[in-house]
């Protein structure tokens, strides 16, 4: 239980520096506002799967019910195992330096103002504008859960990976264009056309990962910066979660499990069908969503008509693990 003691101190230390402003709400609970069905199905062996969750599959799991593991000096044997880890916290934010997981405000001075989330619709198109926070959450470690599963890092701590106030990039779409040019390839008819493909696709729960610059119903991946077109708001700031996790992908911090379930690697280009996303704030949501599940199946009631403009995201992260008993 040393990381819940951990997580709490933390809570108490910012709060002590922070100040209530127009950021409100409540802490984030790892236990009650975590959607545990978001786990499953677990596949074991690649022959056993536990657990009913519509949508989706395993097609990447392991097919062999034994895996075989070369990282050391003695072969390690042990049982193919996947399944759904709550691992990661992504806020998109119209209040700026709001950190919700925590319920509040960090106090940034004159910078609110020229920061802050933006919403305008014409003819039926809208643009959205919003930060985004991106927090280590390692659920499972901080509640010391399956501490015997080797593939869960347990000396991850809650932690702050990425915050976009202070990135120019996020706040500037052509500067962002500059970073990363090969936006310029995906702004054309052709390439919006085939994200309609992604988005059919996405209804099953299989997005297209060969359409990386694609997020389904939430629109392109790119520009890598903080406005999205969208005629939805709770489906605009899902599409910038999901870009808040390309954009981890790009600079080199995203983490993936190998198929084999014997290591991890850095993943320059995101495989799209390993992350969910379950909202916690504003409401908290039973069923996370694929990357680009259109919102006409998922956003209603999931904003309220009054304020309340600040959103939460739980990642959940597909895991492919070699449990052996050595």
């Known amino acids: 239980m040393r990381h819940i003691v951990i997580f709490i101190v933390l809570m108490l230390g910012l709060s002590s520096q922070v100040q209530a402003g127009s950021c409100n709400g409540r802490p984030l609970n790892p236990i009650l506002d975590v959607s545990w069905q978001n786990m499953f199905p677990i596949s074991i062996g690649g022959v056993v799967e536990v657990g009913n969750w519509s949508g989706g599959g395993f097609d990447d799991a392991p097919t062999d019910p034994i895996c075989v593991c070369n990282n050391g000096t003695i072969p390690k044997v042990g049982l193919s195992v996947s399944f759904w880890e709550p691992a990661r916290?992504?806020?998109?934010?119209?209040?700026?330096?709001?950190?919700?997981?925590?319920?509040v405000e960090m106090n940034a001075g004159g910078l609110q103002g020229q920061l802050g989330g933006s919403f305008t619709s014409r003819n039926g198109h809208g643009k959205l504008f919003q930060q985004m926070h991106y927090f280590i959450f390692p659920v499972l470690a901080i509640l010391d859960m399956y501490t015997d599963l080797p593939c869960i890092d347990y000396d991850r701590q809650f932690d702050l990976a990425m915050i976009t106030e202070i990135l120019p990039t996020w706040n500037d779409d052509?500067?962002?264009?500059?970073?990363?040019?090969?936006?310029?390839?995906?702004?054309?008819?052709?390439?919006a056309l085939a994200c309609a493909a992604d988005a059919s696709s996405t209804i099953f729960g299989r997005p297209i990962n060969a359409l990386y610059w694609c997020m389904g119903g939430w629109g392109s991946t790119y520009p890598l910066a903080g406005s999205i077109t969208a005629t939805d708001y709770a489906e605009g700031n899902a599409g910038l979660a999901a870009r808040g996790i390309y954009l981890m992908a790009r600079t080199g911090l995203l983490e993936e499990f190998s198929p084999n379930g014997c290591s991890r690697y850095y993943a320059p280009i995101w495989n799209k069908d390993r992350y969910r996303l379950q909202m916690t704030r504003p409401v908290v949501d039973s069923k996370a969503k694929y990357i680009?599940?259109?919102?006409?199946?998922?956003?209603?009631?999931?904003?309220?008509l009054v304020g309340k403009d600040n959103f939460s995201w739980l990642m959940f992260r597909k895991v492919n693990c070699c449990v052996s008993a050595y």
Do not use: R
């Open 174 to 191: 052509l500067l962002a264009m500059v970073v990363n040019p090969e936006a310029v390839l995906f702004a054309n008819p052709a390439a």
């Open 292 to 304: 680009g599940t259109p919102g006409l199946l998922w956003t209603q009631n999931k904003h309220p």
């Open 89 to 103: 916290l992504i806020d998109t934010v119209s209040t700026p330096y709001c950190m919700m997981p925590l319920g």
